[in-house]
T-cell receptor, first 112, second 115 residues
Framework: DTAVSQTPKYLVTQMGNDKSIKCEQN?????MYWYKQDSKKFLKIMFS???????INETVPNRFSPKSPDKAHLNLHINSLELGDSAVYFC???????????FGPGTRLTVT | AQSVTQLDSHVSVSEGTPVLLRCNYS??????LFWYVQHPNKGLQLLLK??????LVKGINGFEAEFKKSETSFHLTKPSAHMSDAAEYFC?????????????FGSGTRLSIRP
C-alpha cells in the first residue's frame, strides 16, 4: 500500500481556473505538509497541518488554501491559477512536527 | 537564524569511487538533520537522520553522515558509488518538535555517476 498518495499525478489547466490536488496518508501521522518544487528543484514549504491545525503558513498567495477534512487528508486548493504556479507539488507527512517526513510522488501542475 | 547550505550544486564521480556531498547548517538550538534523495520524477525518500543520538548516522543504500557540531556540518558519504545513486540529494535542518519548529531544505546537490 502506498504510504502517501496524491491525485492527480499530472494536471494541465489554463490561467484563471481553480483546481485542487488531493493527498492522503495511511501512516497514522499527525502532521502533513505541502511543498512546491520549482524547475530548479528548489523546495519551498507552503503549509503544514497538525491535527487539523495550521502550523506553518509561509508567504504564499492567499489563492492557495489547504483543507484537511481529517487527519489522514490534506488537500490543496488553488484559485485563479497563474503561469507562475506551474511546478511540482509534493505532499508529505510526519509522525510529529519536526520529525522525518514521508513524501508523496508529486503532482506536476502546468498552467497554460 | 536557522539555515542550511549545500556547498555543491552538482557532484560527478565515477562508479565505484567514494561520494561526498557537503552540507553546512546554522541553528540556534540543537537541530535535527536529515538527508533525502529524489530520483528523477519521483518523490523524496529519507536516507538518514540525526536527532542528537550517535553523531555517525547510517542510512539506507550504504550512505552515512557525520554530525560535527564544531564545524556545523552534516556531510553525506558513501564508500563506493553505484549507478543507481544518480539523483538529487537534499540536506534538511529542523529545529524543535512543536508548533514553533522550522524546517529548512537545502538547495539540493545533483549527483551524477560516470560509468
Amino acid at each position: 500500500d502506498t504510504a502517501v498518495s496524491q491525485t492527480p499525478k499530472y494536471l494541465v489547466t489554463q490561467m484563471g481556473n481553480d483546481k485542487s490536488i488531493k493527498c492522503e496518508q495511511n501512516l497514522g501521522h499527525d502532521t502533513m505538509y505541502w511543498y512546491k518544487q520549482d524547475s530548479k528543484k528548489f523546495l519551498k514549504i507552503m503549509f503544514s497541518y497538525n491535527n487539523k491545525e495550521l502550523i506553518i503558513n509561509e508567504t504564499v498567495p492567499n489563492r492557495f488554501s489547504p483543507k484537511s477534512p481529517d487527519k489522514a487528508h490534506l488537500n490543496l486548493h488553488i484559485n485563479s491559477l497563474e503561469l507562475g504556479d506551474s511546478a511540482v507539488y509534493f505532499c508529505a507527512s510526519s509522525p510529529y512536527e519536526g520529525y522525518e517526513q514521508y513524501f508523496g510522488p508529486g503532482t506536476r501542475l502546468t498552467v497554460t | 537564524a536557522q539555515s542550511v547550505t549545500q556547498l555543491d550544486s552538482h557532484v560527478s564521480v565515477s562508479e565505484g569511487t567514494p561520494v561526498l556531498l557537503r552540507c553546512n547548517y546554522s541553528s540556534s538550538y540543537s537541530p535535527s538533520l536529515f538527508w533525502y534523495v529524489q530520483h528523477p520524477n519521483k518523490g523524496l525518500q529519507l536516507l538518514l537522520k540525526y536527532t542528537s543520538a550517535a553523531t555517525l548516522v547510517k542510512g539506507i543504500n550504504g550512505f552515512e553522515a557525520e554530525f560535527k557540531k564544531s564545524e556545523t556540518s552534516f556531510h553525506l558519504t558513501k564508500p563506493s558509488a553505484h549507478m543507481s545513486d544518480a539523483a538529487e540529494y537534499f540536506c534538511v535542518v529542523s529545529e524543535g518538535y512543536s508548533s514553533a519548529s522550522k524546517i529548512i531544505f537545502g538547495s539540493g546537490t545533483r549527483l551524477s555517476i560516470r560509468p
